[in-house]
Protein backbone atom coordinates (compact mmCIF):
# COMPACT_ATOMS: atom_id res chain seq x y z
CA UNK A 1 0.00 0.00 0.00
CA UNK A 2 1.21 3.57 -0.93
CA UNK A 3 -0.08 6.77 0.33
CA UNK A 4 -1.94 7.58 3.60
CA UNK A 5 -4.07 5.31 5.44
CA UNK A 6 -7.40 6.22 7.08
CA UNK A 7 -7.34 7.15 10.82
CA UNK A 8 -10.41 6.13 13.23
CA UNK A 9 -10.69 8.80 16.48
CA UNK A 10 -13.38 9.07 18.66
CA UNK A 11 -14.88 12.44 19.11
CA UNK A 12 -12.53 13.35 21.75
CA UNK A 13 -9.48 13.03 19.95
CA UNK A 14 -8.49 9.38 21.26
CA UNK A 15 -6.84 7.73 18.18
CA UNK A 16 -8.48 3.86 18.34
CA UNK A 17 -6.42 2.97 14.76
CA UNK A 18 -4.04 5.30 12.65
CA UNK A 19 -3.88 2.80 9.79
CA UNK A 20 -7.89 0.99 10.32
CA UNK A 21 -7.22 0.26 6.31
CA UNK A 22 -4.04 -1.90 6.54
CA UNK A 23 -5.05 -2.98 10.40
CA UNK A 24 -8.51 -3.52 10.56
CA UNK A 25 -8.08 -6.09 13.55
CA UNK A 26 -7.52 -2.91 15.56
CA UNK A 27 -10.20 -1.22 15.24
CA UNK A 28 -12.83 -0.47 18.03
CA UNK A 29 -16.36 0.81 17.43
CA UNK A 30 -16.19 2.16 20.33
CA UNK A 31 -13.13 4.05 22.49
CA UNK A 32 -11.52 2.53 25.07
CA UNK A 33 -10.67 5.46 27.37
CA UNK A 34 -13.94 7.25 27.24
CA UNK A 35 -16.38 4.71 25.36
CA UNK A 36 -17.98 7.13 22.54
CA UNK A 37 -18.60 5.79 19.41
CA UNK A 38 -15.33 6.19 16.89
CA UNK A 39 -15.38 7.52 13.65
CA UNK A 40 -13.32 7.03 10.27
CA UNK A 41 -14.34 9.80 8.09
CA UNK A 42 -15.13 13.87 8.44
CA UNK A 43 -18.68 14.51 10.20
CA UNK A 44 -19.31 17.17 7.67
CA UNK A 45 -17.91 16.09 4.21
CA UNK A 46 -17.84 12.21 5.00
CA UNK A 47 -14.15 11.68 3.44
CA UNK A 48 -12.17 9.55 5.34
CA UNK A 49 -9.50 10.83 8.10
CA UNK A 50 -6.20 10.82 7.24
CA UNK A 51 -4.24 8.59 9.05
CA UNK A 52 -0.50 7.32 9.16
CA UNK A 53 1.95 6.84 6.36
CA UNK A 54 2.02 3.46 4.84
CA UNK A 55 6.40 2.53 5.03
CA UNK A 56 6.74 4.66 8.11
CA UNK A 57 7.42 3.09 10.89
CA UNK A 58 8.01 5.53 14.01
CA UNK A 59 7.98 4.97 17.63
CA UNK A 60 6.35 8.98 17.68
CA UNK A 61 2.16 8.49 18.99
CA UNK A 62 -0.08 9.57 16.20
CA UNK A 63 -1.77 13.02 16.79
CA UNK A 64 -5.20 13.02 14.84
CA UNK A 65 -5.57 16.14 11.95
CA UNK A 66 -7.30 19.25 13.92
CA UNK A 67 -9.31 19.60 10.75
CA UNK A 68 -10.21 18.27 7.79
CA UNK A 69 -8.02 18.34 4.80
CA UNK A 70 -11.01 17.90 2.21
CA UNK A 71 -13.42 20.01 3.75
CA UNK A 72 -11.66 22.67 6.23
CA UNK A 73 -13.93 22.28 9.20
CA UNK A 74 -12.63 21.38 12.27
CA UNK A 75 -13.01 17.79 13.61
CA UNK A 76 -14.91 17.23 16.39
CA UNK A 77 -12.03 16.75 19.00
CA UNK A 78 -11.16 20.68 17.76
CA UNK A 79 -14.74 21.61 18.53
CA UNK A 80 -14.62 20.18 22.11
CA UNK A 81 -11.06 21.27 22.93
CA UNK A 82 -12.11 24.92 22.25
CA UNK A 83 -15.60 25.10 24.01
CA UNK A 84 -13.63 23.93 26.98
CA UNK A 85 -10.81 26.19 26.96
CA UNK A 86 -13.92 28.86 26.41
CA UNK A 87 -16.43 26.97 29.38
CA UNK A 88 -13.36 26.85 31.77
CA UNK A 89 -12.43 30.94 31.09
CA UNK A 90 -15.80 31.80 31.20
CA UNK A 91 -17.59 29.67 33.73
CA UNK A 92 -14.85 28.75 36.15
CA UNK A 93 -12.28 31.71 35.65
CA UNK A 94 -14.65 34.12 35.74
CA UNK A 95 -13.96 35.85 32.18
CA UNK A 96 -16.68 37.90 31.53
CA UNK A 97 -17.75 40.74 28.52
CA UNK A 98 -15.49 41.80 26.45
CA UNK A 99 -12.38 39.34 28.06
CA UNK A 100 -14.75 36.68 27.31
CA UNK A 101 -15.52 37.54 23.97
CA UNK A 102 -12.04 38.45 23.46
CA UNK A 103 -10.83 35.14 24.65
CA UNK A 104 -13.30 33.14 22.55
CA UNK A 105 -12.34 34.95 19.09
CA UNK A 106 -8.32 34.22 20.33
CA UNK A 107 -8.94 31.19 20.86
CA UNK A 108 -10.81 30.40 17.19
CA UNK A 109 -7.39 32.07 15.76
CA UNK A 110 -4.88 30.03 17.43
CA UNK A 111 -6.64 27.13 16.93
CA UNK A 112 -6.62 27.69 12.93
CA UNK A 113 -3.51 29.00 13.22
CA UNK A 114 -3.98 32.41 10.69
CA UNK A 115 -2.62 35.44 10.67
CA UNK A 116 -3.93 36.83 13.52
CA UNK A 117 -2.87 33.94 15.84
CA UNK A 118 0.54 35.37 16.85
CA UNK A 119 -1.86 38.75 18.11
CA UNK A 120 -4.20 36.23 19.31
CA UNK A 121 -1.83 34.39 21.18
CA UNK A 122 -0.62 37.08 23.01
CA UNK A 123 -4.52 38.41 23.81
CA UNK A 124 -4.78 34.40 25.24
CA UNK A 125 -1.76 34.99 27.51
CA UNK A 126 -3.09 38.57 29.37
CA UNK A 127 -6.21 37.08 29.53
CA UNK A 128 -4.91 34.35 31.00
CA UNK A 129 -3.41 36.19 33.58
CA UNK A 130 -6.54 37.24 34.80
CA UNK A 131 -7.86 33.75 35.85
CA UNK A 132 -6.54 31.88 38.80
CA UNK A 133 -3.41 29.59 38.11
CA UNK A 134 -5.32 26.45 38.68
CA UNK A 135 -8.09 27.67 36.36
CA UNK A 136 -4.93 28.74 33.90
CA UNK A 137 -3.07 25.45 33.99
CA UNK A 138 -6.47 23.45 33.43
CA UNK A 139 -7.05 25.65 30.45
CA UNK A 140 -3.25 24.87 29.10
CA UNK A 141 -3.92 21.28 29.43
CA UNK A 142 -7.02 21.48 27.01
CA UNK A 143 -5.32 23.87 24.69
CA UNK A 144 -1.99 22.34 23.97
CA UNK A 145 -3.49 20.01 21.67
CA UNK A 146 -5.31 22.14 19.74
CA UNK A 147 -3.44 25.26 19.41
CA UNK A 148 0.04 25.67 16.86
CA UNK A 149 3.24 25.44 18.26
CA UNK A 150 3.89 29.20 17.61
CA UNK A 151 0.88 30.32 19.51
CA UNK A 152 2.17 27.78 22.36
CA UNK A 153 5.69 29.18 22.52
CA UNK A 154 3.73 32.76 23.00
CA UNK A 155 1.42 31.71 25.28
CA UNK A 156 3.80 29.34 27.63
CA UNK A 157 7.50 30.50 27.01
CA UNK A 158 9.86 27.83 28.37
Known amino acids: ?????V????PNGHVSNEMSVAYPDFNRD??????EKTITTCPSCKKPIRGGLHGVFTTAEFTPPAFCRNCGQPFPWTQRG????IDLATIVGGLQGEDAAQFGTSIQEVARDTAQA???A???KGLLGKVA????SAIRDVMVDIVSETAKKIIWPS
Do not use: K, W
Open 1 to 5: MEGYD
Open 7 to 10: AQVC
Open 30 to 35: FCESCG
Open 82 to 85: IQAA
Open 118 to 120: QVA
Open 122 to 124: HRV
Open 133 to 136: TTTA
